[in-house]
């Protein structure tokens, strides 16, 4: 159960936060659709749960209402996979967030072109303990040397070492 939630809020944290450079319009409609994981980090036990997927994972994102975004995602669970799905609720500082046990997340798109991918830094703190998750989405199974180097260096920026780093094979996806 452990490995389908740490899943659940790595992938759901990272898709709530629609900002992004200014290659962006603006416009959080440009962020709708599936998203593929094509790899993850982090500095907490979110890596050893992620290192054990062998299937990409997709989260999609839509709209249904101003200030609302939903994400519904399929997750890996120990007896198969499961469909889950969640609301976040748009802030003053126009980012979005889902408040829960899990812990204050502060959200943050490093690099996206709105359209094709995107690099998010998230940082969960908890009873005075803080961990980082950073991911990579694109709208395809694959993206560029060049954009899964500029991943790895953030990571390396983040203090995230290369056995913290994964990347996802793109012949199987759940969802």
């Known amino acids: 159960m452990m490995k389908g939630?740490?899943?659940?809020?790595?992938?759901?944290?990272?898709?709530?936060?629609?900002h992004a450079e200014p290659e962006c319009t603006g416009d959080d409609s440009q962020m709708e659709g599936t998203?593929?994981?094509i790899g993850a980090g982090?500095?907490?036990?979110?890596?050893?749960?992620v290192k054990d997927v062998t299937k990409m994972v997709t989260a999609s994102m839509s709209f249904p209402e101003e200030g609302k975004l939903k994400v519904t995602s399929n997750f890996p669970l120990q007896n198969g996979c499961k469909i889950i799905e969640m609301e976040f609720e748009k802030m003053d500082d126009g980012m979005y967030y889902h408040f829960s046990e899990v812990g204050k997340k502060t959200i943050e798109i490093v690099r996206t072109d709105c359209e094709d991918?995107?690099?998010?830094?998230?940082?969960?703190?908890?009873d005075g303990k803080a961990s980082t998750i950073l991911i990579l989405f694109s709208k395809?199974?694959?993206?560029?040397?060049e954009i899964k180097q500029?991943?790895?260096?953030?990571g390396?920026?983040?203090g995230l070492m290369s056995d913290q780093i994964?990347?996802?094979?793109?012949?199987?996806?759940?969802?």
């Open 5 to 18: 939630w740490g899943l659940f809020w790595l992938g759901l944290a990272l898709l709530c936060s629609v």
């Open 35 to 37: 998203w593929h994981v």
């Open 42 to 49: 982090s500095n907490g036990f979110h890596i050893s749960i």
């Open 117 to 126: 991918y995107a690099i998010v830094i998230v940082k969960i703190e908890k």
């Open 140 to 145: 395809n199974r694959e993206v560029s040397p």
């Open 150 to 154: 500029h991943f790895t260096a953030v």
């Open 156 to 158: 390396e920026r983040q």
């Open 166 to 175: 994964v990347f996802f094979s793109p012949e199987g996806v759940l969802g």
